[in-house]
Structures are given as C-alpha cells and as structure tokens.
C-alpha cells in the first residue's frame, strides 16, 4: 500500500496539483459560507456536508475525469487466444495515443470473466474478473503513434465461454 501512495505522489503533474488546489479552496469556502450561517442552523448543517462532499467525491472524480481527459487512449485487440500447450491466455493489439500529449508510460489492464445466459450477469461479471493480467509499457509514445503489445494472462485454464475487458492507463 506504501508504494501505491509513493507511486501515485510521484506521477502527480501541474493539473493534478490545480485541481487539488482549487477543490480544498472550494472547501475552505463553504466551510467559511456555513459559519457565516451559522445562526440558520439548517443551512449552516447542509453546507458543511457539501463541503465535505467536494472534497471528498471532487478530488477522486476530477482527478479521474481529467486523467481521461487528458491521457485519451484507444485499445485494438488483434488476437485473443487460449495457447494449447501452456496454460496461458494470448492478447495482442496495439495501443494508440488519441491525445495531445506524449505518452511515457503505460499500464495496460486485462480482465477474463465469464459469460452467463442470465442478461443480470453479464453486466455484473465484468466488474469482477476471474484472471487478471497487466502489461508496462516503458516506450514513449507520441500523439497519433500506435504501439503494438503482446500480454500473457497464466495460468488459464478456464475451458467454458469468457469475455475479456481491456483498460489502457497511461502517463
């Protein structure tokens, strides 16, 4: 877990910084509008949960949303095959930079889940894989350049229909 914060401080860049910056001043805001109201207790209540909120629920949204914004990619998968031989899964495609910016890095996130004949399922299934796998890419890719990739997911030896789920994060 250490890492995971050490690495996620470590990759912060300017815009995560303004957005942080911006959503805490928006919190000392409405902290200040609630004790200036304190006197209306009801209003004074509901504008310290909404400060709350935004510094909670903003934060993670708008680091999202603007990670997306600003690291757009886009996945083709060329061949999704169960080797016969190993025990393993075979993901080929190649990930394109659809942004303005260079791209240093990419984590590339595969998911296998299964296939149900129940519609409920389906929709549930993705969110929960049963085999996961993740690929580094440490090549700098510039905006509109595509870069193939080649991700093994072992052991696999699910013989049954399965679905597979991509996710590109890149920095």
């Known amino acids: 877990m250490k890492a995971k914060i050490i690495d996620f401080i470590h990759h912060l860049i300017i815009y995560d910084y303004l957005l942080f910056g911006g959503i805490f001043v928006l919190f000392l805001l409405l902290l200040v509008l609630a004790i200036a109201l304190r006197h209306k207790m009801a209003f004074a209540i509901v504008f310290v949960i909404l400060a709350f909120s935004v510094l909670t629920a903003g ?11 600003l690291f757009k990619n886009k996945i083709i998968l060329h061949k999704v095959k169960a080797l016969e031989f190993t025990e393993a899964l075979l993901i080929k495609g190649d990930i394109n930079n659809t942004s303005k910016r260079s791209f240093k890095e990419c984590t590339i996130y595969a998911g296998v889940h299964k296939v149900s004949h129940y519609k409920y399922l389906n929709h549930l299934y993705p969110y929960v894989p049963f085999k996961k796998g993740s690929l580094t890419l440490t090549k700098t890719i510039a905006p509109g350049e595509s870069v193939p990739f080649k991700l093994f997911v072992e052991p696999f030896r699910y ?7 991509i996710k590109g994060e890149c920095r």
């Open 59 to 69: 934060s993670v949204v708008g680091y999202i949303q603007l990670h997306h914004y």
């Open 159 to 165: 013989d049954k229909e399965y679905n597979i789920t």
